[in-house]
């Protein structure tokens, strides 16, 4: 194989797993995502509204319906989290670009936001209340976002640890 083919592969690999960054490249990511979501509820035979925004960088689609909506079968956390990544792979496979969507159902993030923020709550109680670093269980990189943000927010500091599935935030008081 010539040097010239070698690295026009390597750019293409890299083109292909690199971030989107201009608003009209995540408005597209969304629209394909959208496209995708939208013939998931058609088979499951589900009414939704799918919302998109570019929010932090990130595509955002929310999917979103009446009061009397069947969702509530796809909106539990675990549910909601496995569609995120099906929706990614779609997107990646439609646009050979890296995809870091949002997808929330329902309002399941912001409910599971709040779950989170509570355990964070307690942690940071905890902290407070012995002075001694405490670990949290293992959680997505989402999560431990959020969960720095409030640590810091409480006047303490925060590090991630461990690898891959067992990535977690161990809070500590300020030096």
């Known amino acids: ?13 890299t083109e292909a797993t690199e ?35 570019v929010r932090q960088g990130r595509a955002y689609l929310e999917i979103t319906a009446d009061q009397e909506s069947n969702l509530r079968l796809i909106s ?6 496995a569609l995120q990544e099906l929706t ?32 964070v709550n307690r942690v940071i109680d905890k902290v407070k209340d012995t002075n001694a670093p405490v670990a949290m269980k293992p959680m997505s990189s989402y999560e431990r976002k959020i969960a720095h943000d409030l640590i810091g927010e409480a006047g303490l500091v925060s590090e991630s640890e461990g690898e891959g599935k067992e990535r977690h935030i161990v809070a500590k008081p300020a030096e």
Not at 28 to 44: R, T, W
Not at 99 to 115: F, H, T
């Open 88 to 119: 990614r792979i779609a997107v990646q496979a439609k646009t050979q670009s890296f995809s870091r969507l949002i997808l929330d159902i329902a309002g399941s993030r912001q409910a599971k936001v709040d779950a989170l923020t509570k355990v």
């Open 19 to 53: 971030p989107k960054s201009s608003a009209k490249d995540l408005e597209e990511e969304g629209e394909v995502a959208a496209d995708y979501l939208e013939e998931l509820l058609d088979i499951f035979d589900l009414d939704g509204d799918i919302n998109i925004d």
């Open 76 to 81: 539990e956390p675990e549910t909601v989290e």
């Open 1 to 13: 194989m010539s040097d010239e083919l070698e690295t026009q592969e390597v750019i293409a690999e």
